[in-house]
T-cell receptor, first 117, second 117 residues
């Protein structure tokens, strides 16, 4: 069983649909993250949750809505997306989001490949 | 703002040979962390090696080692005795010692490494 599990692995949706991406970590970590990985662009940090509280939102459009019901689960709710939102969405976790905690290693899921038609 | 540049979009190496992946970064800070992450096809991104800027000694993890040149702001990854399983995208990443969470990594665009049998 992998440490960080993302579902679904692939998702195709229309611009008017509402869907959600799910992430679950089995590592006992307290911080979880959403990243966007687009072709030929660096990974972009979207949201940070530390002990279930959102601590960072990197100017992400409101059509992306994160939810963190507990330290083990993270969701990304999607609605009225645009074709340019098509990308690989990666979830990651770490012991804590605090800079001074741990060695800085992030544990990633395999990603959810999103295609917006 | 900090930037990370990986000037080699693709690299190729013969099995059992050695290959070096380049990474340069731009920062005005003196304390920071540098990472190399590996992303195999359809697999999770994993940490390969990390380097604290205050340490002069280059980090080493088995067949993986770095050449950290702080003054030149260079952080290359050397893979010795290359194996087929080393084929992947390799991302160089920077994290500031000041401000932001552990997930606040600045990634390069990546280098795709192919290993020829």
């Amino acid at each position: 069983e992998t440490g960080v599990t993302q579902t679904p692995r692939h998702l195709v949706m229309g611009m008017t649909n509402k869907k959600s991406l799910k992430c679950e970590q089995h590592l006992g970590h307290n911080a979880m993250y959403w990243y966007k990985q687009s072709a030929k662009k660096p990974l972009e940090l979207m949201f940070v949750y530390n002990f279930k509280e959102q601590t960072e939102n990197n100017s992400v459009p409101s059509r992306f809505s994160p939810e963190c019901p507990n330290s083990s689960h993270l969701f990304l709710h999607l609605h009225t997306l645009q074709p340019e939102d098509s990308a690989l969405y990666l979830c990651a976790s770490s012991q804590s989001a605090a800079r001074e905690s741990g060695n800085g290693e992030l544990f990633f899921g395999e990603g959810s490949r999103l295609t917006v038609l | 703002a900090q930037t990370v540049t990986q000037s080699q979009p693709e690299m190729s190496v013969q099995e059992a040979e050695t290959v070096t992946l380049s990474c340069t970064y731009d920062t005005s800070e003196s304390d920071y962390y540098l990472f190399w992450y590996k992303q195999p096809p359809s697999r999770q991104m994993i940490l390969v090696i990390r380097q604290e800027a205050y340490k002069q000694q280059n980090a080493t993890e088995n067949r993986f080692s770095v050449n950290f040149q702080k003054a030149a702001k260079s952080f290359s990854l050397k893979i010795s005795d290359s194996q087929l399983g080393d084929a992947a995208m390799y991302f160089c990443a920077y994290r500031s010692e000041y401000g932001g969470s552990q997930g606040n990594l600045i990634f390069g665009k990546g280098t795709k490494l192919s290993v020829k049998p």
